[in-house]
């Protein structure tokens, strides 16, 4: 059982930055693959970014470039740097992890992330 705990959401001006973690309870979290979602009102969950086990990591065209998941390890923890956000960026964010040996996947509660002047 693995439970994700995200947290650094808020309220920030277009262009601005934040930085989400999630933070994995149990063990075997590096066995985990690790990605954030997110899901503005009133529209489909969305993927975000992915990172694998061996750190490859993956973004669709629309957070490319602006957006950078990473792990530690260490830490049993997920981050996402989000740069020049853009008010489209609005949404609850959420952590999923997946381990496809055991075909197990979890998910976080999620964090509000509001991009707005």
């Known amino acids: 059982q693995v439970q994700l705990v995200e947290s650094g959401g808020g309220l920030v001006q277009p262009g601005g930055s934040l930085r989400l973690s999630c933070a994995a309870s149990?063990?075997?979290?590096?066995?985990?693959?690790m990605a954030w979602y997110r899901q503005a009102p009133g529209k489909q969950r969305e993927w975000v970014a992915s990172i694998t086990t061996g750190g490859i990591t993956s973004y669709p065209d629309s957070v490319k470039g602006r957006f950078t998941i990473s792990r530690d390890n260490a830490k049993n923890t997920v981050y996402l740097q989000m740069n020049s956000l853009k008010p489209e960026d609005t949404a609850v964010y959420y952590c999923?992890?997946?381990?496809?040996?055991?075909?197990?996947?979890?998910w976080g509660q999620g964090t509000q992330v509001t991009v707005s002047s």
């Open positions: 999923k992890a997946t381990n496809s040996r055991f075909g197990t996947t979890y």
């Open positions: 149990g063990s075997m979290f590096s066995s985990y693959g």
